[in-house]
């Protein structure tokens, strides 16, 4: 049995973020690592992975030292599911075959209940589903009484979803010779020929079993779905765990499940309150505090009396006397001293992401920036909430950002201008004291 990474596909829904998904980074090491982990415990000891012309070096590069035979092959055009297998169906065409995408995140149970049916029945195929309690842009599973496939619903639309189970893509084929006849002949407008042809196996007679799965699940679709990741693997830390050549100053103070890697240096009187990471060579200044979930990169320095909170930091960034609040931050950034992302809108309205050039809600009233690689702010800049900032591009001094800023941009200030209007904010003392639980739920008051 071979395990097939779909590595090919280009998330247009991550901008400003470029990366890969499956190349982000957790606990110092990929996505994709972890998966092939996961997927190792689990017995699998064949991989097939899929890339583009892009990445596929990148991927081989990563896998040199990994522990396992391992297949690439390259899908030459981003069309989806379909044209990822018929790139390599000499590789999968003889074995029975896992489809897994790399960009989620789920626990090694998933592996165990599939394979535990596939030794207790003989469908033609296993797919796994996954109840959810809100719509997901993703495909609707319509089965029967007994779990058996009907149709795979692709995006149906708020509102028409066939069931409350949705297809998660780890998928057993025993026969993929018949299912890459189905793949060949089916043709769709969208990119969805392979739901297409799962659909049209079940019309002809074949029996595809809907396996349930109840585990941890994370679909990283959007930047802000990597906190969900983020949360997951640092609650799975069993022990905290301090690397013995990092040094931490006797007066810094570390609390709760924290991770902190080689080399690292922790200055006199920070503070770090786990859930955290911290990556190698990273440096902690004086009087920073880190905590609530933050994951920091390796080669970081986190400056003099910086703050951040619930945020994710990608390799080689610098900050100074900033606040970073619940911001996903990609590589090679820096922040000058004073700089603020406001991660809480002033009238206290829930928070606006620019999504395909719609200004949309997106269920979280915190969300700080999300700023794409080799970006650079200047002394006393201040983003507003849920503002995206292209890569390569630079806030220059006293910039306040109001809304998304386009990759490879300058903005600076020319002048100053302030209108003075009427007061039509009302403040909440509810929604202070709701914020102030929170504080306390997550340990900020808790004594030492």
């Known amino acids: 049995m071979k395990l097939v990474f779909l590595c090919g596909g280009i998330g247009?829904?991550?901008?400003?973020?470029t990366?890969?998904?499956?190349?982000l980074k957790f606990l110092g090491k990929t996505l994709l690592e972890h998966q092939i982990e996961i997927a190792k415990k689990a017995g699998f000891k064949d991989f097939v992975i899929v890339g583009n012309p892009l990445n596929i070096e990148n991927i081989k590069e990563l896998c040199k030292d990994i522990d396992a035979k391992i297949e690439f092959g390259i899908q030459e055009e981003p069309t989806g599911m379909a044209n990822a297998l018929l790139s390599v169906k000499d590789m999968i065409k003889n074995d029975e075959i896992v489809?897994?995408?790399p960009n989620d995140v789920f626990d090694q149970s998933v592996y165990k209940k599939i394979l535990t049916e596939r030794k207790k029945s003989d469908y033609e195929s296993y797919i796994v589903g996954y109840k959810v309690k809100s719509?997901?842009?993703?495909?609707y599973l319509e089965l029967n009484e007994n779990n058996e496939l009907i149709k795979i619903h692709e995006k149906p639309g708020e509102g028409n979803e066939p069931s409350d189970i949705i297809n998660i893509v780890v998928h057993l084929h025993r026969?993929?010779?018949t299912l890459l006849e189905y793949l060949e002949k089916t043709r769709s407008e969208r990119d969805d020929v392979y739901e297409c042809s799962i659909s049209k196996m079940v019309e002809d007679g074949h029996k595809i079993?809907?396996?349930k799965y109840e585990g941890f699940w994370c679909a990283i679709k959007y930047p802000w779905d990597i906190f969900d990741a983020v949360k997951y693997f640092l609650d799975n830390i069993k022990t905290p765990r301090i690397s013995k050549r990092a040094k931490i100053s006797k007066k810094a103070k570390i609390y709760g499940g924290v991770i902190i890697e080689d080399n690292v240096h922790v200055l006199e009187n920070a503070v770090i309150r786990g859930p955290c990471y911290i990556g190698e060579n990273t440096v902690i200044g004086n009087n920073v505090l880190i905590w609530n979930y933050t994951h920091v990169g390796a080669n970081c320095v986190v400056g003099y009396s910086t703050e951040i909170k619930h945020s994710y930091i990608g390799d080689n960034c610098w900050f100074h006397m900033s606040y970073v609040g619940d911001s996903i931050i990609s590589n090679n950034c820096s922040f000058g001293a004073g700089t603020i992302t406001a991660n809480f809108r002033f009238d206290e309205k829930p928070i606006k992401v620019t999504i395909k050039g719609m200004k949309s809600e997106i269920g979280l009233d915190k969300l700080g920036v999300i700023m794409g690689s080799n970006c650079k702010t200047g002394v006393n800049s201040c983003i507003m909430p849920g503002v995206k900032v292209g890569p390569n591009s630079i806030l220059g001094p006293s910039v306040t950002l109001t809304k998304d800023l386009e990759p490879n941009k300058m903005i600076v200030v020319n002048e100053k201008s302030y209108i003075i209007k009427e007061n039509e904010v009302t403040l909440s003392p509810e929604k202070k004291k709701s914020?102030?639980?929170?504080?306390?739920?997550?340990?900020y008051g808790k004594k030492d």
Not at 135 to 139: A, D, E, H
Request: no cysteine.
């Open 175 to 177: 026969n993929p010779a």
């Open 12 to 17: 247009k829904r991550m901008f400003p973020l």
């Open 19 to 23: 990366e890969d998904k499956f190349m």
């Open 135 to 139: 719509y997901f842009p993703g495909g």
């Open 209 to 211: 079993k809907v396996v």
């Open 435 to 443: 914020l102030m639980e929170r504080l306390l739920r997550h340990g």
């Open 99 to 101: 489809l897994v995408n």
